[in-house]
């Protein structure tokens, strides 16, 4: 899931940032709201990590400007800042969690996971395609109820290619959502990708298959639709 992690302090910001990305969340780091702003206008989030007080301005102010646009993704803010008045108030302005710093990586990680299971209650999160499912919050998929061992980097692949089953992903809608804007990618690493989760789904006996649409991306269909086209 794209993360944006918004936080100053470098080494604190360093070590939650390779906790995420171990966890298979692509992260942006911005260290300031003038680079959290700019990261807006070039990504879609999943979730946004914020720090309450930054060099440039108030997290909790930029947060509730953020809501007033209309932005509803998760947001968890973290301060040194532990009274019980500024945490009514970060609630109130619109954080789904807070976490006093320093911050652990694993309890963050865990009331991130937390905060994305609230934000999708109201539908199942949990998508079903052919006989494979796929719980996003856990990231783990199966197919006929035996977990598929694959990379992050396929698992991420497979979010992408689930969250628009049937229709064709463009090559590079897909990269955007698998790489944060700081990560070495090689010019064949999506198709390496593609390569071995297409291997992991024919040898579990998956009902579905990941077809190359030509000069666009790639689409994943059932292979009962692929017989019969």
């Known amino acids: 899931m794209r993360t944006l992690l918004v936080d100053h302090e470098t080494d604190q910001a360093r070590v939650v940032h390779q906790a995420l990305s171990d966890c298979g969340f692509a992260v942006d780091l911005a260290c300031t709201l003038d680079e959290a702003a700019a990261a807006f206008g070039c990504a879609r989030y999943d979730i946004l990590i ?3 007080i930054l060099p440039d301005g108030d997290g909790l102010e930029w947060l ?3 809501r007033r646009d209309g932005y509803s993704m998760p947001a968890v803010m973290m301060s040194r800042f532990n009274e019980l008045g500024r945490r009514i108030a970060i609630f109130n302005g619109g954080a789904d969690d ?3 710093k320093p911050v652990s990586p694993d309890e963050l990680i865990a009331r991130m996971r937390a905060t994305l299971r609230r934000a999708t209650q109201m539908t199942s999160p949990v998508v079903t395609f ?3 499912r796929f719980d996003p919050i856990g990231r783990q998929a199966s197919v006929n109820g035996r977990p ?3 990379a992050r980097r396929e698992v991420c692949i497979l979010e992408h290619l689930l969250s628009r089953a049937g229709r064709t992903v463009a090559r590079a809608a897909l990269e955007d959502g698998l790489y944060a804007f700081d990560n070495e990618v090689s010019t064949n690493a999506l198709e390496v990708g593609i ?6 789904l024919s040898q579990s006996g998956a009902t579905l298959r ?3 649409a030509r000069g666009i991306g790639y689409v994943l269909e059932l292979k009962s639709a692929a017989s019969a086209a």
């Open 98 to 100: 807070f976490l006093p």
């Open 50 to 52: 914020l720090e309450l």
């Open 130 to 132: 052919g006989n494979l």
């Open 148 to 150: 598929l061992k694959i």
């Open 210 to 212: 990941i077809k190359t």
């Open 64 to 66: 509730k400007q953020l």
């Open 195 to 200: 390569y071995r989760l297409r291997g992991h």
